[in-house]
């Protein structure tokens, strides 16, 4: 079983800053995607971004050019710097990690923007 822990979630101003970071542990053998996901009051759960072994990467429209992810396969950890931030992008964030099919996931981040 792959363990997942988030951190670096917290308040900050609209136009600031914040970066998560995620570390699977556990049962490792061959991580697959690692992806961040959000989930505000309300909404469904969405995908913001994602990144492959190899580094190529996805993103939602609306974090496009804000948001980079990145990751660090030796250490089986990855990282959503979050740049701009806007209200909207208020949200639980929730760190995914794929193995050989299978989706696990963290507890989640609050992330909250408000002046």
């Known amino acids: 079983q792959v363990q997942v822990v988030e951190s670096g979630g917290g308040l900050v101003q609209p136009g600031g800053s914040l970066r998560l970071s995620c570390a699977a542990s556990?049962?490792?053998?061959?991580?697959?995607?690692m992806g961040w996901y959000r989930q505000a009051p309300g909404k469904q759960r969405e995908l913001v971004a994602a990144i492959t072994p190899g580094g190529y990467t996805n993103y939602a429209n609306s974090v496009k050019g804000r948001f980079t992810i990145s990751r660090d396969n030796a250490k089986n950890t990855v990282y959503l710097q979050m740049n701009s931030l806007k209200s909207e992008d208020t949200a639980v964030y929730y760190c995914?990690?794929?193995?050989?099919?299978?989706?696990?996931w963290g507890q989640g981040t609050q992330v909250s923007v408000s002046s």
């Open positions: 995914n990690v794929q193995q050989f099919g299978r989706n696990s």
């Open positions: 556990g049962s490792i053998h061959s991580i697959n995607t």
